[in-house]
């Protein structure tokens, strides 16, 4: 068969096209429009004269009729004649054949060349109509089709309120060639780093168009690259710098947490020159670190319960534990925590935007193991001479000393510094015991400093073993894990007292003749209580007032600025049914194992029903409240509801329970609030629910919030107070939860209730226990499980000299009243040799004079004396005669009978304290009117003057002598609060003579001896 030739097949369908024409001359075209691809919905087209590569722009013109026709059909190289196109405004440009396309009769493509097109062909800038004229003859023209439009240029970026991390940041771009009405696309680019789009944009001028950084956009130089819609760009190198504003130097305490539970820290920061606070609200904190759900990748996992206490302060917990899974935890070996190790980076953005850093050098560990724990020290009390000999060290007993740990001696300096020096070791070590010598001074080049934001820098001096509180430390090697222990008790060898440091805080009420205690919460936290007293000298006060004891023996507060106080515990005032104020009573504390402290209220002077105070034998419990028993608040949702009106910011959130009247250790009481949580609101996020474990016994719940937004932590005010549920029940395992939801209707008042501080007290009890008489003005003393109350006045205004006690079941609040249903009793008891009230009750025992009662025959170890001293008998004060009294009450045999021999001592103080600390009596008071005196000696004394055996009462044989101590107050302050913890004795309040009048004073001070 014979081959076609190819160019027949061209032919034909050259001859097809043509037959589409309606005459010889061609049809006439029509334009409807023209459309740039990259903005179709916008008229007139817009082309950019620069840019677009080889071919140029492509435009689509849209209309009717667009009518090719075939060329050269007999030759070799037939061809396709298509629509002339021709652009006419400032300037007339017809288009190569080449750029232009047919696709169908009704759309033309178009490749408008450019100035870097290949040919170049730049256009003028203007509108352009556009002319089509068909290859058979129809011409059409439509005016206005095409605008021409410059590229754009950049020549400069600003930021004029600098950089956010937190939000976005406005910028200022200037240049030529934007569009008002358009939205050019902006993209910042770096090596090494992803691009960041910019998606805010406004156009304002040709030369000027707005925009932002997003939140969280590396710092480092950037390229900006502006496209405009149209398709041409521009990129300024090196447009911008983005440098955030930094906070000051950052630490944190503690830098370490167990993976299997987790760890609240604070963060401090120490801004310097240009370096910012923290703003307030609340920041945002990350740790960098592997979670063990995926442990080759390294996160940023957000802290909780971030929390602003002060410009300088934060608060927050390391999710150690519970990583980015939802609270509460539920698995014990926390399988999505942070992979053990580090230590690991934190990064802080605050509200202000500025940024901080904690690098990984001195960030973050998360311990494989549990830490160390101090339970005991041995001794617990030395003099400046030291340990040296090494088979009597210091021994340090607990668990988890890691291997290689150490031994450190903690001691405050004056500037606030803590100076840590590492002790000599000695013995075995092992994980449960470790034991060091206590040397004279260690040198400089073994010890550091912390600054009181916890900076580690090099020691300035030597550490001398001086009279006062240190704190003994374990320091793991391995890790930065360590356990600190409050203290070590250090005596100058002459037991010379001295003034401690100065305390600023002050009592609310000032106040005298009532007890001062120091009691512990279930974690082991100490404090001092402030029990009613006198405002003048005549009336009783109800008040309770607490204060927190610090490491080294600091007394803490609610501060405002350098000035702090005690708190006032206006819920747990004095009394069970109603407040009944009391002065001249005594108190005991009883801390129970694996518990919490409970305060018992002895006597003294309460109103009748004609307000008159008379001696009273009633006996009141409190308890140490429990941080264990708080609600269990989980983190609270944000949520959008109609209406709501939550105020935009950090608002705080506490919840505590109202107990039932029943309720055995806190009748009708509330508990310690639940941990803080914040809530970010905003306008869409408008309202917050929050949720919490129920607690068993609960009849309320208390919801505390900030009052307004970005307040500070700890601000919190009664926001409202809600039934606790009725179904379902507070019982079974797990609890039920209950929720509360905040839409912002009420508002807490800014005078209304603040949740409980630590060391908050329960309701009083009264117990059906009572004295066995009326005693005002009386003395109390607890040994083990036996409790002594002594002296003091009855109703009729007698002086006494009767002893009565009471005996707790063992590891127990409650008393043993098997035997006793009273419980107190004077069975088996002898009495004073002479009437006294208004004295003091010491104890001698091993604790208290360890060379007087030591293993050398005879082993009196076991044996404690009771030693009365001063006071008045009637009116009189006992000054110079039978000032001092003893008994012993207990030996290894138990409690004994307590008969009384008068000692021979002729200088005796009343309305003042005795202790027995380190060998020494130590008695202080008013000896008349204003004459403030504070004698001492050594307890039981030898020929020489040193220590010997307490074995009988002419043991106790030596005269005190009154040295030249006085209080930093001046004048007795007589009947003060006094309470001995650890190496301080504590002085509170008191009046400023023995003529029981007067205004009493609010400060508080510390002895050491």
């Known amino acids: 068969m014979r081959r076609i030739p190819l160019r027949l097949h061209r032919v034909a369908v050259l001859l097809v096209l043509a037959a589409c024409s309606r005459s010889t001359e061609g049809p006439t075209p029509a334009l409807t429009s023209a459309i740039n691809p990259r903005q179709r919905n916008i008229t007139p087209a817009r082309v ?121 940041s406005p910028l200022v771009i200037e240049g030529t060639g934007f569009q008002p ?92 020159g240009d370096q910012r606070a923290f703003a307030g609200g609340s920041p945002e904190v990350f740790l960098v670190a592997p979670l063990k759900a995926d442990p080759s990748q390294t996160v940023e996992i957000p802290l909780n319960r971030v929390a602003f206490v002060s410009p300088s302060v934060l608060t927050a917990v390391v999710p150690t534990c519970s990583g980015n899974a939802a609270l509460p935890l539920t698995a014990e070996d926390c399988p999505a925590g942070i992979v053990p190790g ?145 203290g070590l008790t250090v005596t100058n060898p002459a037991a010379n007292p001295a003034a401690g440091p100065a305390i600023t805080t002050q009592l609310v009420t000032p106040r005298a003749d009532f007890p001062l205690v120091v009691a512990t919460d279930d974690l082991g936290q100490p404090f001092l209580y402030a029990l009613g007293g006198t405002s003048d000298g005549t009336d009783a006060l109800d008040s309770v007032e607490v204060a927190p004891v610090t490491l080294f023996g600091d007394v803490g507060g609610a501060c405002t600025g350098n000035a702090c106080s005690f708190y006032t515990l206006d819920r747990s005032k004095l009394g069970a049914a109603a407040p009944e104020p009391r002065r001249g009573h005594t108190a005991i504390v009883r801390t129970v194992k694996g518990d919490t402290s409970y305060l018992f209220v002895m006597g003294g002077l309460a109103p009748d029903g004609t307000g008159t105070l008379k001696p009273v034998s009633t006996v009141l419990r409190a308890q140490v409240l429990k941080i264990a028993e708080a609600p269990a608040l989980t983190p609270p949702e944000r949520l959008t509801e109609q209406g ?154 007698d002086t006494l000299d009767s002893i009565e006690r009471a005996t707790f079941n063992a590891d127990s609040y409650t008393f043993n009243t098997s035997t006793t249903p009273t419980a107190f009793s004077t069975n088996g008891l002898g009495a004073f040799t002479m009437q006294r009230q208004r004295f003091s009750l010491a104890v001698a025992s091993a604790a208290t004079a360890p060379n007087s009662f030591s293993s050398p025959d005879p082993d009196n170890r076991q044996d404690v004396w009771l030693v009365a001293v001063g006071g008045d008998r009637g009116p009189t004060a006992i000054l110079t005669s039978n000032v001092i009294e003893v008994a012993k009450v207990r030996d290894a045999t138990g409690d004994l009978t307590a008969s009384f021999t008068p000692i021979d001592y002729k200088t005796g103080t009343h309305g003042g304290w005795a202790k027995v600390i380190a060998n020494y009596l130590f008695q202080s008071g008013s000896a008349g009117n204003t004459v403030f005196k504070l004698n001492s000696d050594v307890l039981c004394p030898a020929a020489n003057g040193s220590p010997t055996q307490c074995t009988s009462d002419a043991s106790f044989t030596r005269g005190l002598n009154s040295g030249a101590f006085k209080y930093t107050a001046g004048g007795p302050r007589y009947l003060s609060g006094t309470a001995q913890f650890r190496a301080y004795v504590y002085v509170s309040g008191g009046l400023p003579n023995d003529n029981g009048t007067g205004t009493p004073v609010a400060t508080t001070e510390r002895i050491f001896f």
Do not use: H
């Not at 019982?731 to 409980?756: E, F, R």
């Open 48 to 168: 950019c004269n620069a840019q677009g590569g080889a071919q140029g722009w492509r435009i689509e013109l849209l209309g009717e009729r667009f009518t090719p026709i075939p060329l050269d059909v007999l030759t070799d190289a037939p061809k396709v004649g298509m629509p002339e196109v021709t652009l006419k405004g400032p300037a007339t440009l017809t288009l190569d054949r080449e750029r232009v396309f047919y696709r169908d009769s009704g759309l033309l493509f178009l490749d408008i060349p450019t100035r870097d097109s290949t040919p170049p062909a730049e256009l003028p800038e203007g509108s352009y109509a556009i002319e089509v004229k068909n290859p058979g003859g129809g011409t059409a023209e439509l005016a206005d089709l095409l605008i021409v439009v410059p590229p754009p240029t950049l020549t400069r970026v600003t930021a004029p309120q600098g950089f956010s991390l937190s939000d976005p």
């Open 181 to 272: 009405g358009t939205f050019p696309t902006l993209v910042l680019t770096r090596a090494g780093a992803p691009d960041v789009e910019l998606f805010t944009t406004t156009v304002e001028s040709p030369t000027r168009l707005l925009t932002e950084i997003p939140p969280g956009t590396p710092e480092g130089t950037y390229d900006l690259t502006l496209t405009n819609p149209e398709g041409c760009a521009f990129t300024l190198t090196n447009a911008l710098t983005i440098n955030y504003a930094r906070l000051g130097l950052l630490t944190i305490e503690p830098s370490f947490g167990w993976q299997r539970r987790n760890q609240p820290i604070t963060i401090y920061n120490a801004p310097a």
């Open 342 to 486: 580090g230590p690991y980076a934190l990064k802080v953005v605050d509200t202000s935007g500025a940024l901080g850093t904690i690098p990984a050098a001195s960030g973050f560990t998360v311990l494989q193991n549990e830490p160390p724990r101090i339970e005991s020290i041995s001794p617990s009390a030395i003099d400046t001479n030291g340990l040296t000999d090494p088979t009597s060290p210091l021994v340090v007993t607990g668990t988890n000393f890691g291997v290689d740990a150490k031994v450190q001696l903690l001691k405050q300096l004056a500037n606030g510094n803590i100076e840590a020096c590492d002790l000599p070791p000695t013995g075995t070590p092992s994980a449960t015991s470790l034991s060091a010598l206590v040397p004279r001074s260690v040198a400089a080049a073994q010890c550091v400093e912390y600054t009181s934001t916890g900076t580690q820098v090099a020691a300035t001096a030597d550490l001398q073993l001086v009279a006062g509180l240190f704190v003994v430390r374990v320091q793991n090697t391995a890790d930065p894990a360590y356990a600190n222990y409050s």
């Open 644 to 797: 709501a009106t939550l105020p935009p910011g950090t608002l705080y959130y506490r919840v505590s329970a109202l107990l039932g009247p029943d309720d055995a250790e806190n009748p009708g009481g509330e508990t310690l609030p639940s941990d803080e949580y914040p809530v970010k609101a905003n306008d869409a996020l408008n309202a917050a629910r929050l949720t919490w474990t129920c607690v068993p016994g609960a009849l309320k719940y208390r919801i505390y919030r900030t009052v307004a937004a970005n307040q500070p932590s700890g601000s919190e005010r009664l926001l409202e107070e809600v039934d606790a549920p009725a179904t379902p029940a507070c019982a079974g395992s797990p609890l039920p939860q209950v929720s509360y939801l905040d839409t912002g209707a009420k508002t807490p008042d800014a005078n209304g209730a603040q949740p409980l501080p630590p060391g908050a007290l329960g309701r009083w009890v009264l117990l059906d226990e009572q004295l066995t008489v009326e005693r005002a003005n009386a003395a109390a003393q607890l040994l083990g499980d036996t409790v002594y109350v002594a002296g003091g006045a009855n109703a009729a205004g």
